[in-house]
């Protein structure tokens, strides 16, 4: 059973870059709610996903391992039907785990078919919801094109619309992600041109608004019993990138900061950055029109999701249960938003790869660090290490990859951390990889970042990128075929080559059981290289001594 009477709340924001927060410096974006969190935890600056695309970098947080160990590396490819998650391990120690929102995961239809699981069961409905027990499920993309829609599930929040009165099949397009033209027509939010109006849709029916209503929902029924953690996964500030008054107008072109991007960065570029950078979302980010008529957008959706944090903070704290909630604020990537001259994420470069991760341990060992930062180098996984850890006080860390954060937020230094942290990007199934007549087995990326370097390795023949993080923190020269960068290379390649030697597969046997098998009895029956038996204690070859009754060998008979 679990040793803690706590509960957590892992709040993820999908596409929330790591600096569009007050705390983290944006100059114009004041969000006080999420510096709330800050002033009463402590707020990671250097936390990496393990990929920088939505459905791969969340089956990374579900599972505590990296991509290449639980082989769903793009939005679509399904979760092993074998692989354990978050739910597995908590309630294992005695700690539900419930879905509050998205989880972009795929289920393994065909594992389970194998295996005779079916959805309708227990077990068969955790594995094909990435471990959690839902309260509600909804990953908040139902568009609609000529083929039908992007998500293939009943959306409970367009049941909800209907319910409110919105006169619409899909109202999480013709109203939540959509204004209305001059025309009186639908004006859709996946036209960035239309991102400066006003959603069609009253500010609290609208879906940051709505998530948070289930989640006070899901904490008023759960004021007793086990401890849980609760996983609210809100879609917003993804895209569309539109919002409902009052938020739509709260910014304007003149509070856009600065893009970060040089004319340096289209010289000699590496040929995969290059596929990126003239895709059709890098190329409409690299009109400033577009920034100074989207980013506004992006700001207000992120001040509405600012705003509903506080209500879960003023609920929890008016309630009494702020005092035993771990909060746990992050995304599952950023937004290039213009910089770099890309649009969307991709890419290795802050903006895309680094996250928001800011922690309350409402723990008195954590009294020392609260309102501080840490600036050691954190990665995604590393939060399944830390609830399991704050449920139980140890986790399996030859399943989990990740390491716990706990000591860091009591103010303890682990020994021997991590210098480098990794990512993965898998872009086979992109036009970028059609394009460059890359196979399958090549269009991977991998990143590895130290405190001063940050390094792309590119299979399928093609050189590797580097950034001096030191001298040029904006990643804008990269030194990637730099012959005075040679040993600097050599090195990372080194840390690359030591991570893909981890021992990922073998979650089986502990490390302990293997330490207490090395130690063990001989005595389970088999001998193996003994001459005469001398070599051992008599109690080792007791069944083997004494003697026979019945002698069937063959004799030999005079005749």
Same mark, same amino acid.
């Given at each position: ?9 892992f709040i ?7 600096d ?19 002033d009463?935890?402590v ?5 990496y996903?393990?990929?920088? &695309? ?8 579900y599972t505590?391992?990296?991509?290449q ?10 979760l092993?039907?074998? #692989?354990?998650?978050?739910?597995d ?8 785990a419930w ?5 972009? @995961? ?17 077990i068969?409905?955790?594995v094909?919801e990435?471990?959690f /027990?839902?309260?509600i ?10 083929d039908g ?7 409970p929040?367009?049941? =909800?619309l209907k319910?409110?009165? $919105?006169?619409?099949d899909?109202?999480?397009?013709d ?5 209305? *033209?001059?025309k009186g027509?639908?004006?859709s ?8 109006m ?13 998530l948070?209503d289930r989640?006070? /929902?899901?904490?008023?029924q759960h004021q007793s ?5 609760a996983h609210i996964s =809100? ?5 569309p $990138?539109?919002?409902?008054?009052p ?6 072109k003149?509070?856009v ?8 960065e289209?010289?000699n570029?590496?040929?995969?950055f290059?596929e990126f ?8 980010f690299h009109?400033q029109e577009?920034?100074d008529? &989207?980013?506004p957008?992006y ?14 903070l ?13 909060? &746990?604020?992050? *995304?599952?990537?950023?937004? =290039?938003l213009g ?18 991760m800011?922690? $309350?341990?409402?723990? !008195?060992?954590?009294? &020392?660090?609260?309102?501080?930062t840490c600036? #050691?180098?954190?990665e995604?996984?590393?939060? !399944?290490?830390t ?12 399943i989990i ?6 000591p ?7 020994e021997?951390?991590?210098? $480098?942290?990794? *990512?993965e990007?898998?872009y086979s !199934?992109?036009?970028?990889?059609k ?6 087995? /090549?269009?991977?990326l991998? @990143? ?8 792309m390795?590119?299979?399928?023949g ?12 904006n990643?804008?020269e ?8 040679i ?8 840390h690359?080559?030591?991570?893909a ?13 293997i ?9 389970r029956?088999i001998?193996l290289g003994l001459?005469d038996? *001398?070599?051992?204690s #008599? ?13 069937f060998t063959?004799h030999?008979?005079?005749t």
């Amino acid at each position: 059973m679990s040793k803690s009477k706590n509960n957590i709340l892992f709040i993820m924001y999908d596409q929330l870059r790591f600096d569009y927060l007050s705390c983290a410096g944006h100059p114009k974006l004041h969000t006080p709610n999420f510096d709330r969190v800050a002033d009463m935890g402590v707020r990671f600056t250097r936390a990496y996903v393990q990929s920088p &695309v939505c459905g791969s970098s969340r089956m990374s947080y579900y599972t505590g391992r990296y991509a290449q160990s639980h082989g769903a590396h793009w939005n679509g490819f399904p979760l092993k039907v074998g #692989e354990l998650t978050l739910g597995d391990h908590l309630r294992d120690v005695g700690m539900d785990a419930w879905l509050i929102g998205k989880t972009h @995961m795929k289920v393994d239809k065909k594992g389970m078919e194998r295996l005779g699981l079916t959805p309708d069961s227990i077990i068969g409905a955790r594995v094909s919801e990435c471990g959690f /027990d839902v309260w509600i499920r909804d990953d908040g993309l139902w568009a609609e094109g000529p083929d039908g829609f992007y998500d293939e599930k009943r959306s409970p929040y367009n049941e =909800y619309l209907k319910v409110k009165g $919105y006169k619409s099949d899909n109202g999480w397009h013709d109203h939540a992600n959509a204004g209305i *033209s001059d025309k009186g027509d639908i004006a859709s939010g996946f036209l960035m041109q239309n991102a400066g109006m006003p959603a069609n849709i009253k500010q609290e029916d609208s879906e940051t608004p709505w998530l948070t209503d289930r989640t006070i /929902d899901f904490i008023k029924q759960h004021q007793s019993g086990k401890p849980w953690l609760a996983h609210i996964s =809100y879609i917003k500030p993804h895209w569309p $990138y539109i919002v409902p008054a009052p938020y739509h107008n709260m910014y304007s072109k003149d509070d856009v900061i600065p893009v970060i991007r040089s004319y340096k960065e289209l010289e000699n570029q590496h040929p995969i950055f290059k596929e990126f950078t003239q895709g059709i979302i890098s190329t409409s980010f690299h009109r400033q029109e577009v920034r100074d008529t &989207v980013i506004p957008a992006y700001m207000g959706l992120i001040k509405q999701c600012d705003d509903q944090l506080g209500r879960l903070l003023d609920y929890l704290e008016d309630s009494g249960q702020l005092a035993n909630t771990m909060i &746990v604020l992050t *995304s599952d990537h950023g937004d =290039y938003l213009g910089d770099h001259w890309k649009g969307e994420k991709d890419l290795f470069h802050e903006p895309s790869v680094k996250v928001p991760m800011i922690i $309350y341990d409402p723990s !008195a060992k954590a009294d &020392v660090t609260r309102g501080t930062t840490c600036d #050691e180098l954190v990665e995604a996984i590393d939060l !399944a290490a830390t609830f399991v850890t704050f449920a139980s006080g140890s986790y399996p860390d030859h399943i989990i990859e990740g390491k716990s954060l706990l000591p860091f937020l009591h103010g303890e230094t682990p020994e021997g951390w991590r210098e $480098y942290a990794i *990512s993965e990007y898998d872009y086979s !199934a992109t036009n970028v990889a059609k394009n460059l007549n890359v196979a399958p087995k /090549d269009a991977r990326l991998f @990143m590895v970042a130290t405190k001063k370097w940050k390094f792309m390795h590119s299979l399928g023949g093609f050189r590797p990128m580097l950034f001096d993080l030191i001298n040029d923190p904006n990643e804008l020269e990269d030194l990637g075929d730099n012959p005075r960068f040679i040993d600097v290379r050599k090195k990372l390649y080194e840390h690359l080559f030591e991570w893909a030697l981890r021992p990922s597969q073998r979650t089986t046997k502990s490390d302990d059981e293997i330490y207490a098998a090395r130690t063990g009895s001989n005595g389970r029956g088999i001998l193996l290289g003994l001459v005469d038996g *001398s070599e051992v204690s #008599e109690e080792l070859i007791a069944k083997y001594l004494g003697s026979i009754e019945q002698n069937f060998t063959p004799h030999n008979h005079d005749t």
